[in-house]
């Protein structure tokens, strides 16, 4: 690279941020960005008249306090920066340049020597050539900097800055005083201090720098996916759905030719009984309308006869006119036609909104954001509905009217908690809890309406994935630290989020913190097939094989006590309340037995199983007052109350071995359903809400983190699983 060019470049890495000139007295705040004191000082002086205690670094936004002092300048100095001042002063040839090494008269340096590692000025340089020692070594003239040189200027040795000893290179390393000291300093002042090599001390600390910027990165990394995922969230939520206009119109097309052919349908039916009533109603008239004939035949014939008056006449047909009135007068009376009553009734009908809203709004502009395509189960969440005007602003009108309808796939509506927050500012927040009951896939349709018209983006299909997802996974089979050798039980404090293995093969309890990393172990004389934290912190575990069944230690590993109780016989696994009362599973009673934290009160005995030996975990949950009790051998968890009545049972027909139980974040069931290799989640009710298969061989034990996340044991895969 052309030196001029090099000069040019270390100039701008040599500028302040602030005056963006060349960095005088570098200052590094401790994110490592470097200013001139002067600039610093400045800074924080704006931020008192703001009165503000802090400043952000200008380059990283990072916030540190202000020093009580009125300057920056307790900071510590950029060693590089100052060096590319130095150099860049040697090469402008300012009053600031670097000065002679050799003579005592601060002159201005000409020339430096690498093999002294000297600036020479002048008058040195000359004497310097003429003295043989010294004649042939290799040097520059300043006006002459090659790029190469500029590197090894910048690489040179750093001297003592004590006085007397400014021709001393820093060649060892005070450990007792943390600084780097000259040949001179480490006897007269460092004596009896532990000295090493400078390069040998920066070696060490430049394992330890390496060290520190691995896991930086590694959370850089971490950042960058989580930024990732962010960005994926953002391009899902920005996706719309096509318009669902067509489909909306063929609903409405074909509910107009359903009801039409229901229209022609019922008019035909009553065209049908119209006929059939007016053919009775003829019949009956016709049947009047002959007796009437008759009547009034015999009626004329009888008056013509009166009329006439002839003697001879009336008395030859007196007994036929009576007789035929008789006979008429007899006869049976045709029947008046009572036709059935006709109504219309309606079973089903359209609710029909009848409102005519006078709005600004135009629905096929207004918008939904924050609808995700993916939520978790039994996780709020919520959607913003903005209604806009022909322009696309956002505009409000009182009259408005919202709609919202979760329904499945097939479009049956669903049961879902939901609600609508008008925010009376044209936007509509939608709040709603996801839930896969009821639904035979994992997708639900979500509409939305303004004024009775669906948004470009509704119906919007959405999965509902299960309520927990895989997170890592830690522990290898082995005897090693992190290692298992049949894990059995776990447990998190809720204090410190420290999470306790029983290593039931390896005799121990293996601590990790919260993020899977190893932490230390607490050796045991015997198996462990069961533990838990207690509120004050101790880890409470069974040994069957031990002489003492329940131990008591610090989180440390450090022993406390044993708790001796006349109640148990042979204790499995081993569960605490939030007042520390003790949950026992008893396999050669059979039992599950509730005691006091000493051990000495009984609280609750429980004939918890038909089958011997069959009962594998017990848990009490404050919240339902009851105990869950996994039966491995009936399949099923049993649910008692307080005094050990049994209440009913969950799962049974579906589980196979169940194992471990635990109620999680949502007051939900956990249950390790071992022989299926899964978790279930059921309700406390026992109704199924969801299950979780992630490769799973033996999911044995389960336990619950504060934040909700879910640990599960493999005893058979020797390893932990998390999920989030």
């Given at each position: 690279m052309d030196v001029q060019q090099l000069f040019k470049n270390?100039?701008?890495?040599?500028?302040?941020?602030?005056?963006?000139?060349?960095?005088?007295?570098?200052?590094?705040?401790?994110?490592?960005?470097?200013?001139?004191?002067?600039?610093?000082?400045?800074?924080?002086?704006?931020?008192?008249?703001?009165?503000?205690?802090?400043?952000?670094?200008?380059?990283?936004?990072?916030?540190?306090?202000?020093?009580?002092?009125?300057?920056?300048?307790?900071?510590?100095?950029?060693?590089?920066?100052?060096?590319?001042?130095?150099?860049?002063?040697?090469?402008?040839?300012?009053?600031?340049?670097?000065?002679?090494?050799?003579?005592?008269?601060?002159?201005?340096?000409?020339h430096y020597c690498f093999e002294c590692q000297s600036f020479l000025c002048t008058t040195c340089f000359e004497a310097h050539q003429r003295i043989k020692a010294t004649r042939g070594h290799k040097n520059i003239f300043v006006k002459n900097l090659q790029a190469s040189d500029v590197d090894k200027l910048i690489r040179r040795p750093a001297m003592c800055s004590e006085k007397y000893h400014q021709d001393q290179p820093l060649e060892y390393?005070?450990?007792?005083?943390?600084?780097?000291?000259?040949?001179?300093?480490?006897?007269?002042?460092?004596?009896?201090?532990?000295?090493?090599?400078?390069?040998?001390?920066?070696?060490?600390?430049?394992?330890?720098?390496?060290?520190?910027?691995?896991?930086?990165?590694?959370?850089?990394?971490i950042f960058e996916n989580e930024m990732k995922h962010q960005m994926e969230l953002m391009d899902e939520n920005k996706t719309q759905i096509s318009a669902a206009r067509e489909?909306?119109?063929?609903?409405?097309?074909?509910?107009?030719?359903?009801?039409?052919?229901?229209?022609?349908?019922?008019?035909?039916?009553?065209?049908?009984?119209?006929?059939?009533?007016?053919?009775?109603?003829?019949?009956?008239?016709?049947n009047f309308q002959l007796a009437v004939t008759r009547l009034k035949s015999s009626l004329e014939q009888g008056e013509n006869?009166?009329?006439?008056?002839?003697?001879?006449?009336?008395?030859?047909?007196?007994?036929?006119?009576?007789?035929?009135?008789?006979?008429?007068?007899?006869?049976?009376?045709?029947?008046?036609?009572?036709?059935?009553?006709?109504?219309?009734?309606?079973?089903?009908?359209?609710?029909?909104?009848?409102?005519?809203?006078?709005?600004?709004?135009?629905?096929?502009?207004?918008?939904?954001?924050?609808?995700?395509?993916?939520?978790?189960?039994?996780?709020?969440?919520?959607?913003?509905?903005?209604?806009?005007?022909?322009f696309g602003r956002q505009c409000y009108n009182e009259d408005d009217h919202i709609m919202c309808e979760i329904c499945t796939s097939t479009g049956d509506s669903l049961e879902t908690d939901l609600e609508i927050v008008d925010n009376e500012d044209g936007c509509y927040t939608v709040y709603y809890t996801p839930d896969r009951v009821g639904i035979d896939e994992e997708e639900i349709e979500v509409k939305i309406e303004v004024n009775g018209k669906p948004l470009d983006d509704s119906p919007c299909s959405v999965v509902v994935i299960p309520m927990y997802q895989y997170d890592f996974e830690f522990g290898l089979t082995g005897n090693g630290p992190g290692q298992f050798n049949t894990p059995y039980d776990i447990a998190i404090s809720e204090e410190t989020g420290t999470i306790a293995v029983s290593d039931y093969q390896n005799k121990r309890i293996q601590l990790f913190d919260s993020y899977g990393r190893y932490l230390r172990e607490i050796g045991l004389r015997a198996n462990?097939?069961?533990l838990d934290f207690t509120k004050s912190g101790h880890i409470i575990a069974v040994t069957p094989g031990d002489v003492h069944k329940i131990s008591l230690f610090s989180e440390e590993g450090q022993f406390v006590k044993h708790i001796d109780s006349e109640h148990l016989k042979f204790p499995f696994h081993i569960s605490t309340d939030d007042e520390d009362y003790i949950t026992i599973c008893d396999q050669e009673s059979n039992e599950v037995i509730a005691i006091s934290p000493d051990g000495t009160g009984l609280v609750t005995r429980i004939a918890a199983s038909e089958y011997d030996q069959s009962i594998m975990c017990a848990i009490y949950h404050e919240e339902t007052a009851c105990f869950f009790v996994s039966d491995s051998k009936a399949d099923c968890v049993n649910v008692f109350d307080e005094n050990g009545n049994f209440l009913y049972d969950i799962g049974r027909g579906s589980l196979l071995y169940p194992v471990g139980l635990a109620i999680d974040k949502f007051n939900n069931l956990i249950?390790?359903?071992?022989?299926?290799?899964?978790?279930?989640?059921?309700?406390?009710?026992?109704?199924?809400l969801s299950e979780t298969k992630q490769c799973f061989h033996a999911p044995y034990f389960v336990a619950v983190s504060k934040d909700g996340n879910v640990l599960v044991t493999d005893f058979e895969k020797n390893c932990v699983y998390r999920f989030d």
């Open positions: 270390l100039r701008k890495e040599a500028e302040c941020p602030l005056c963006l000139e060349t960095v005088k007295d570098p200052k590094t705040l401790p994110c490592l960005h470097s200013f001139c004191l002067v600039c610093l000082d400045k800074h924080a002086n704006y931020a008192r008249r703001q009165l503000q205690t802090a400043i952000r670094c200008p380059v990283c936004q990072a916030s540190f306090q202000i020093p009580e002092e009125d300057t920056f300048g307790g900071l510590p100095a950029s060693f590089h920066l100052n060096r590319l001042v130095d150099l860049l002063a040697l090469a402008d040839g300012g009053t600031d340049s670097q000065q002679c090494g050799s003579c005592e008269e601060n002159n201005s340096a000409t390393y005070c450990q007792d005083c943390n600084v780097c000291t000259c040949i001179k300093c480490s006897v007269v002042s460092h004596n009896h201090h532990t000295m090493v090599d400078m390069q040998k001390a920066a070696d060490e600390q430049k394992m330890q720098i390496a060290e520190a910027l691995k896991k930086v990165k590694a959370e850089v990394v489909k909306m119109n063929e609903t409405v097309d074909n509910c107009i030719r359903l009801l039409t052919e229901h229209k022609a349908s019922m008019n035909l039916k009553f065209d049908e009984i119209n006929q059939a009533h007016q053919k009775a109603h003829a019949t009956h008239l016709e006869i009166l009329e006439r008056n002839i003697n001879a006449e009336i008395l030859q047909t007196k007994p036929v006119i009576i007789g035929r009135c008789e006979d008429l007068l007899k006869a049976e009376r045709p029947a008046t036609y009572e036709p059935p009553h006709v109504n219309y009734v309606i079973e089903q009908k359209m609710d029909v909104v009848d409102q005519v809203v006078v709005s600004q709004t135009d629905p096929s502009l207004s918008s939904v954001e924050g609808l995700l395509r993916e939520v978790k189960e039994q996780i709020d969440t919520n959607f913003v509905v903005f209604t806009r005007d022909s462990c097939t069961s249950v390790c359903d071992t022989g299926n290799q899964r978790l279930v989640i059921f309700t406390t009710e026992g109704d199924f």
